[in-house]
Structure formats: structure tokens, C-alpha cells
């Protein structure tokens, strides 16, 4: 999936390129140290089901983060440029934290199907709440590159994330059935 939205960007640019891979950094980051310190996240180890790992993050990790956020920042620009937006607020700041609301909801269904599915498991088998602050400050982060940057709204990625949501609601759905 990764590679159709980067190849469906409009325009594809160096650019473009260039702050996909620095969103990938952050959060591929954001997890190599969360995951050997426990300080960002919470406690919580990767099993070997996503595949090759560098300092017990699988590679897989960081094109998630971009993938999410991505798609998170454009969903947000679609939100706020609607004609049913409040135009007294300041876009840019309400788009920015709109996007990491959306990242962090994303993350929210996603830690429960990936806990059934030993993608990576939290210590107590607890999900704790400073992993979804820290997926909202790091998530914040990465959207201000992409908007500092006037990254382009990819519609791929926000149709991307918005079918994964939809999946993952269907499947938590089944699992507590």
C-alpha cells in the first residue's frame, strides 16, 4: 500500500520523498527507543511476525507511521478546507491536532487486534495510557514536518487509513465475539 500512495502522490517530488522518509525516521525512531527504554510508549516487545527488526523494531514499523500519519494529515486538510468548518479557527493549528487525533484513534484500534495477532505485546498484557499520549505527541511531531513542509494532500492515504479503521473495527468486533 505504501508504495501506491508514493506513487500516486500528485505532485511526486524529491520534496515529497524526503519528508516521507524523515516521518518514517521519527516514528521508527520513536520506537526503537520506546521499545528498549519503556520510556516512550510504556513496556511492550515486537515479535517476529512483522519480519526483519533493526534494535527490536521491525522495518515494517516505520512505513506504519508514515502510512498513519499521512493519511491522518490529509483526512484533517479534507476536514477543515470543507465548506462546514468554522473559518473563525486557525486552520493550520486545528488541522495539525485534528491529524493527531485521527493517528492516535488509529492506534487506539489497532493495539488490540495486533495484541490477538502477536504483532507486539505490552508487559501485563495492559495497553497504558502514555502509549497514547506519546502516539499523540509523536504523531504531532511528524504532521508538523509535513505541514511546515506543505506536503500535499494525498487522498490514497487518507482512503488507505480510513479502510484499515473500518477493518480493524470489524475485526475487534469478531475478536470479543
Not at 484513534?105 to 489497532?110: C, G, Q, R, T
Amino acid at each position: 500500500m505504501a508504495i501506491l500512495v508514493l506513487i500516486n502522490h500528485e505532485p511526486i517530488s524529491k520534496k515529497f520523498i524526503a519528508v516521507f522518509m524523515g516521518v518514517i525516521l521519527i516514528g521508527f525512531s520513536a520506537e526503537i527507543v520506546g521499545v528498549n527504554t519503556g520510556i516512550i510508549f510504556g513496556n511492550y516487545t515486537y515479535s517476529s511476525v512483522l519480519g526483519l527488526s533493526l534494535f527490536g523494531v521491525p522495518f515494517i514499523i516505520g512505513i506504519n507511521w508514515a502510512m498513519v500519519v499521512l493519511g491522518a494529515y490529509t483526512l484533517s486538510q479534507l476536514i477543515v478546507s470543507s465548506k462546514f468548518w468554522p473559518y473563525h479557527l486557525n486552520k493550520s493549528i486545528v488541522s495539525i491536532t485534528l491529524a493527531a487525533g485521527l493517528a492516535t484513534l488509529f492506534d487506539y484500534l489497532l493495539e488490540p487486534v495486533a495484541m490477538h495477532l502477536n504483532f507486539w505485546q505490552w508487559e501485563g498484557n495492559s495497553i497504558p495510557l502514555l502509549n497514547y499520549i506519546s502516539w499523540f505527541v509523536v504523531s504531532f511531531i511528524a504532521i508538523v514536518v509535513l505541514n511546515k513542509t506543505k506536503t500535499e494532500e494525498n487522498k490514497l492515504a487518507a482512503i488507505v487509513l480510513s479502510a484499515q479503521s473500518i477493518f480493524l473495527v470489524g475485526i475487534t468486533l469478531m475478536i470479543r465475539w
